[in-house]
């Protein structure tokens, strides 16, 4: 009976062990000459609005001419500035040395993020509508320190801002705007 053990007890502890490893690693081992891929899942949520351009260097606004903005704005333009943005920067409008008076941002990009650039300019919640030109929605607003119309269109926004409390005066520059550029 002893022989019986001595022969059978290495066979168990070979089974034992093999039955250990298999409910340790379930996943199974590929056969020799086949390949295995892994899927990866990645989950993207919806960045928020890129953050607002700053002016960067001296130019003329290639999409607005600084007589359209005198004119709409009631002010002299001194002098304009650009962000780095391309291929529309946004176009900042200065009445002296230091002070914006009206700035122009042109996004282009995902429809969702073209909405929450205007809804971070005109919060919903906070604005009129606005829905010139025909076709393009956003916000009309009266701030502490001027005013904003902020539009959107499909994967386009424009946001317009100006020192005047006068909404139509922003209104018009979007206007302009959206039909200089064949949006």
């Given at each position: 009976?002893n022989?019986v053990?001595?022969?059978a007890?290495?066979?168990l502890?070979?089974l034992?062990?093999?039955?250990?490893?298999?409910?340790a690693?379930?996943?199974?081992?590929?056969a020799a000459?086949t390949t295995?891929?892994?899927?990866?899942?990645?989950?993207?949520?919806?960045?928020?609005?890129?953050?607002?351009?700053?002016?960067a260097?001296?130019?003329?606004?290639?999409?607005?001419?600084?007589?359209?903005?005198q004119?709409a704005?009631?002010?002299?333009?001194?002098?304009?500035?650009?962000s780095?943005?391309?291929?529309?920067p946004?176009?900042?409008?200065?009445a002296?040395?230091?002070?914006?008076?009206?700035?122009?941002?042109?996004f282009?990009?995902?429809?969702?993020?073209?909405?929450?650039?205007?809804?971070?300019?005109?919060?919903?919640?906070?604005?009129?509508?606005a829905?010139?030109?025909?076709?393009?929605?956003?916000?009309?607003?009266?701030?502490?320190?001027?005013?904003?119309y902020?539009?959107?269109?499909?994967?386009?926004?424009?946001?317009?801002?100006?020192?005047?409390?006068?909404?139509?005066?922003?209104r018009?520059?979007?206007?302009t705007?959206?039909?200089?550029?064949?949006?």
């Amino acid at each position: 009976m002893n022989r019986v053990l001595l022969t059978a007890l290495p066979s168990l502890l070979v089974l034992g062990a093999l039955t250990a490893c298999a409910t340790a690693d379930p996943t199974p081992v590929p056969a020799a000459g086949t390949t295995t891929s892994a899927v990866a899942k990645t989950t993207t949520t919806p960045a928020g609005p890129p953050p607002a351009p700053e002016p960067a260097a001296e130019g003329q606004c290639p999409y607005l001419a600084s007589s359209v903005v005198q004119e709409a704005n009631g002010q002299l333009v001194r002098k304009v500035r650009l962000s780095a943005g391309q291929p529309d920067p946004a176009c900042f409008f200065y009445a002296n040395a230091t002070d914006v008076q009206l700035s122009v941002w042109v996004f282009r990009g995902e429809p969702e993020t073209a909405k929450a650039v205007v809804d971070r300019a005109a919060p919903v919640a906070d604005s009129s509508p606005a829905t010139v030109p025909a076709g393009w929605n956003g916000g009309s607003l009266t701030t502490a320190t001027g005013a904003v119309y902020a539009v959107a269109k499909g994967g386009n926004a424009v946001v317009v801002t100006s020192n005047q409390k006068q909404t139509i005066k922003t209104r018009r520059i979007a206007e302009t705007v959206v039909g200089n550029l064949g949006l």
